[in-house]
Nanobody
Framework: VQVVESGGGLVQPGGSLTLSCIAEGYFWGIYSMAWHRQAPGKQRELVAAITSDGSTSYADSVKGRFTISRDSASNRMYLQMDSLKPEDTAVYYC?????????????????WGQGTQVTVSS
């Protein structure tokens, strides 16, 4: 199982960018998924999360500008980022809580992607 992000890049302030994340491999299902980010010299922070039933939550700093969504059929998650600011510059990471079924039952494991760089600059 692996989790892979894509879609990062350089964008001007006020611009938009869409990040994608896909969970690949053999697994029983995916529970919640989330986007985190880490700026240089700062701790990693939770940006947005989405549960298996589609409930969402956002960090105050991105509310009204970012939209998280998922396509359960394709095991993908997205982060639509609008009105980007220089302070949104960071490496963005995808996290997925993945269920694995083994003979003794179903167990949940936490997987992280390698990150994708988002740079907001003029």
């Amino acid at each position: 199982v692996q989790v892979v992000e894509s879609g990062g890049g350089l964008v001007q302030p006020g611009g938009s960018l869409t990040l994608s994340c896909i969970a690949e491999g053999y697994f029983w299902g995916i529970y919640s998924m989330a986007w985190h980010r880490q700026a240089p010299g700062k701790q990693r922070e939770l940006v947005a999360a989405i549960t298996s039933d589609g409930s969402t939550s956002y960090a105050d700093s991105v509310k009204g500008r970012f939209t998280i969504s998922r396509d359960s059929a394709s095991n993908r998650m997205y982060l639509q980022m609008d009105s980007l600011k220089p302070e949104d510059t960071a490496v963005y990471y995808c996290e997925a809580q993945i269920a694995m079924r083994i003979p003794t039952g179903v167990y949940e494991y936490d997987y992280w992607g390698q990150g994708t760089q988002v740079t907001v600059s003029s």
